[in-house]
């Protein structure tokens, strides 16, 4: 069975560090690209950041580019985001997310339950 | 940036056919998908490629393109179909991925 469990939110001050991590397991992880996406609380989706199957190329949103970086643990089957300089608008539920391709981004056909961060003083 | 546009909501009767759209720029030439989200849940893929439907997801779900508008059509609208929809697609020149606003959809 497919599964991505996010781990690593909290609550973090205004200009401070977080890493989130999310789990695979249920398909060959090294197949895949992956995403974040965070969702504000009563707003819509928006895209964070993509990573290539190989690590080996990264897309991020104007919004966080420069301040958060997306990486792979391909021997763990395992996702991160590490996230920096973080502002009260960062506040979200943060989703990893599975696409159906292995180089560029294309669909989503896997989410996690995602993991909450809270930017506050 | 490049962005596409939803409208923000839409309600229908039960039975009756919904139909969502997403607008964009050259959208005619990207691939757009489709995802439900229900209140409290994760987003779940209805449609991908513009036109397919991954298995499990009832056949009154249909994708459709003409020009750069993509519709998401459901047909025989049932309770359960209430949720917020999203668009989505990838521009190659922003290198970003890109989700509409999302459609609100009421089912009264």
């Known amino acids: 069975q497919v599964q991505l469990m996010e781990s690593g939110g909290g609550v973090v001050r205004p200009g401070g560090s977080l890493r989130l991590s999310c789990a695979a397991s249920?398909?060959?992880?090294?197949?895949?690209?992956m995403h974040w996406v965070r969702q504000a609380p009563g707003k819509g989706l928006e895209w964070v950041a993509f990573?290539?199957?190989?690590?080996?190329?990264?897309y991020y949103a104007d919004s966080v580019k420069g301040r958060f970086t997306i990486s792979r643990d391909n021997s763990k089957n395992t996702l991160h985001l590490h996230m920096q300089s973080l502002r009260p608008e960062d506040t979200a539920l943060y989703y990893c997310?599975?696409?159906?391709?292995?180089?560029?981004?294309?669909?989503?056909?896997?989410w996690g339950k995602g993991t909450t961060v809270t930017v506050s003083s | 940036s490049y962005d596409v546009t939803q409208s923000p909501s839409l309600s229908v009767s039960p039975g009756q056919t919904a139909s969502i759209t997403c607008s964009g720029d050259?959208?005619?030439?990207?691939?757009a998908c489709w995802y439900q989200q229900k209140p409290g849940q994760s987003p779940t893929l209805v449609i991908y490629?513009?036109?397919k439907r991954p298995s499990g997801i009832p056949e009154r779900f249909t994708g459709s393109k003409s020009g750069n508008t993509a519709t998401l059509t459901i047909s025989g609208t049932q309770a359960i179909d209430e949720a917020d929809y999203y668009c989505?697609?990838?521009?190659?020149?922003?290198?970003?991925?890109?989700f509409g606003g999302g459609t609100k959809l009421t089912v009264l």
């Open positions: 997310a599975k696409d159906a391709m292995i180089v560029l981004p294309v669909y989503i056909d896997v």
């Open positions: 249920g398909f060959t992880f090294t197949d895949y690209g």
């Open positions: 990573i290539q199957y190989d690590g080996n190329t990264e």
């Open positions: 050259k959208l005619g030439h990207k691939y």
């Open positions: 490629q513009d036109t």
């Open positions: 989505q697609t990838w521009d190659s020149i922003t290198t970003s991925v890109v």
